[in-house]
């Protein structure tokens, strides 16, 4: 696209990556309820439980890549930390909305970005490893907790600035959408991922290749389980759409629910099955991205990639207007997803025609770069 600035060695790859991140999110949200009776909507079938894990394996491999090309700048502990300080920020903020219907990834995706501090100097190997055993074993450990750690009640399940910061760590590490404990795994995925040469062919078609048996393989031993009758006495008979919607009768406390593979469950099934999606989004965004031509055909796309966070907010206060306010924003659950794509994708691809990141983007990059100003003092003159 004429005009659309792009950092130099910037992976666009990854900008659509994010875009596809946040359409899926947005899907998700917009998308009409499943009421148990038929089959799921499209949007639990593509986007729930997946465009968020997406989000939180990039989130990971941005950080690494900020590492590996800034490590005294943006990508220095400081301001990574800074940066997460600020994502927090924004998010309880968000949440503050009155009777908001969405759950805010923000204050998670901050807590993981923070901790990212603690393991990134560890090599590839070391860290590709603990990144399989997390995603693995964490879901044990959540099992483990949530039996000694009461639920918050309903009404701080999404603590913020209105309310239930007392509760802010309980949700965020155990009883959350998305609870830190697993979905750290997520984000050593992502730090693993930016360990690799992204511009190579062979790593590209590698990272494709193995998000997709990685995902088949946890749906087909979810697949095999429910059909063993694993869940028979809380789900009835089993039916595909299992694999993929979560149930509230998977009681999270009882072991049976170590087998359930379907959205934000933090089951190792479901875990595994998200991580291998999320690298297979990657890997393919990357391989679309590798001739002018098909970057090109995305561009509008990659503009809204590169301002997730700024867009991310404005979907946020737009379906909450158009739910609370009575702003008639649209109807219809698919259309309204339709009109705001349009509308956020437009505008970011005319943002990008005059300044190369958002609003919001600007604003983290600021606090996480800015020095406080010292008074001059002159040196002492020295006594001989």
């Known amino acids: ?58 989130a990971g491999l941005s950080v690494g890549l900020m590492v590996r090309l800034d490590p005294d700048g943006v990508g220095s502990r400081t301001a990574v930390v800074r ?100 979905w750290f795994g997520y984000v050593l995925v992502g730090l693993s991922v930016a360990r690799l040469d992204l511009r190579s062919a062979v790593v590209v078609r590698r990272l494709v290749v193995g998000g997709a048996v990685v995902t088949a393989a946890a749906l087909w031993t979810a697949a095999s389980a429910l059909y063993l009758g694993v869940f028979r006495d809380a789900a009835g008979d089993p039916r595909f759409e299992q694999l993929f919607v979560a149930r509230s009768a998977y009681d999270p406390l009882d072991p049976s629910w170590f087998w359930a593979a379907g959205q934000h469950t933090s089951t190792p099934l479901n875990v595994v099955g998200a991580a291998g999606s999320a690298v297979l989004v990657v890997g393919l965004c990357l391989w679309l991205c590798r001739s002018a031509r098909g970057a090109r055909l995305v561009s509008p796309l990659r503009a809204a990639g590169s301002m997730t966070l700024t867009l991310y907010v404005m979907h946020v206060v737009m379906t909450w207007a158009n739910r609370e306010l009575d702003a008639s924003f649209t109807t219809g659950y698919y259309r309204e997803w339709w009109i705001q794509v349009v509308l956020l994708v437009t505008l970011a691809w005319l943002w990008r025609l005059i300044t190369p990141r958002g609003p919001l983007e600007t604003l983290v990059r600021w606090c996480s770069l800015a020095r406080p100003h010292l008074p001059h003092r002159p040196r002492a003159t020295r006594r001989t």
Request: aromatic share 6%; with cysteine.
């Open 83 to 182: 940066r997460a300080v600020v994502l927090l920020v924004i998010g309880l903020g968000l949440a503050a909305l009155p009777d908001l219907t969405i759950l805010v990834i923000l204050p998670c995706y901050a807590v993981l970005i923070a901790a990212t501090v603690l393991v990134r100097a560890l090599s590839t190997r070391v860290l590709l490893g603990l990144a399989t055993a997390w995603c693995l074993l964490s879901p044990a450990a959540l099992f483990a907790v949530r039996h000694v750690v009461d639920e918050p009640v309903r009404s701080v399940i999404q603590p913020s600035f209105g309310g239930g910061l007392d509760e802010l760590p309980v949700s965020l590490l155990v009883w959350g959408g998305y609870p830190a404990i697993v």
């Open 1 to 58: 696209m004429t005009g659309l600035r792009e950092g130099a060695g910037r992976l666009v790859g990854i900008d659509l990556a994010r875009a596809v991140a946040l359409l899926g999110m947005m899907l998700a949200h917009l998308g009409p309820p499943w009421t148990g009776l038929g089959a799921p909507p499209v949007s639990d079938w593509l986007a729930a439980g997946r465009a968020a894990p997406l989000f939180a394996v990039l």
